[in-house]
């Protein structure tokens, strides 16, 4: 079936430091990658997609590229601020579901 | 109106009450989604309507029964609650269903309902 890994553990990093969370994911086809993001009590949003291999999506400084070869969708940002710390969630599409990886805690100090 | 509305924001319930979560977009989308969500943890998917129709259940217990009164609301009624069940439960639309492959066809969240079962 289809399933989405996110690398264990929160991720605690300076103000303009670089950030990457590792997503890798299994699934049948070519589905669609999404990266959502979780503020503190708030809903999920939307931070980025792709469609297909290759593919790059970005959004507010964040980057993640479908790489097929590799099953991976990482997400990468140059800079972080305080305020990008939130829960990050990799997501795959398919059989009429979302699935969700475990997201990640990222906590940016000033 | 690109939101997904949810009322209300916090409830707190005993275990023989009935209570209900409500959730409104006005965005034309066709697709209807509760998930719930535990601390620390990822959503889960409980109900899709699609079109106004129940198209999938994730085997969610009876105490939970969901209603669609029309193409832009969705509820949740609430009876009997367990306190696990307590959690975050998330509403989300979508254009259409979830087995559009144009990529377009995304999940909007809105905020939440944060419910306390005691």
């Known amino acids: 079936g289809n399933s989405v890994t996110q690398m264990e553990g929160p991720v605690t990093l300076s103000e303009e430091a670089f950030l990457t969370i590792n997503c890798t994911y299994t699934a049948t086809g070519y589905p669609s990658l999404f990266w959502y993001v979780q503020y503190p009590g708030e809903g999920l949003q939307l931070l980025l997609k792709?469609?297909?291999?290759?593919d790059k999506g970005s959004n507010k400084g964040f980057e993640a590229t479908y790489r097929k070869e590799t099953t991976s969708f990482h997400l990468e940002k140059g800079s972080v601020q305080v305020s990008d710390s939130a829960v990050y969630f990799c997501?795959?599409?398919?059989?009429?579901?979302?699935?969700f990886g475990k997201g990640n805690q990222v906590v940016v100090i000033p | 109106d690109t939101e997904v509305t949810q009322t209300p924001k916090h409830l707190v319930m005993g275990m023989t009450n009935k209570k209900s979560l409500k959730c409104e977009q006005h965005?034309?989308?066709?697709?209807m989604y509760w998930y719930k969500q535990k601390a620390k943890k990822p959503p889960e998917l409980m109900f899709v309507y699609s079109y106004e129709k129940l198209s999938i259940n994730e085997s969610v217990p009876s105490r939970f029964s969901p209603e669609c009164p029309n193409s832009s609301l969705l509820n949740l009624h609430l009876h009997a609650l367990q306190p696990e069940d307590s959690a975050l439960y998330l509403c989300a639309s979508s254009q259409i269903g979830l087995a559009d492959i144009s990529g377009a066809n995304v999940l909007t969240f809105g905020a939440g309902s944060r419910l306390t079962v005691l």
């Open positions: 997501a795959l599409k398919g059989n009429n579901r979302l699935a």
């Open positions: 965005m034309g989308h066709r697709a």
């Open positions: 792709a469609t297909k291999a290759d």
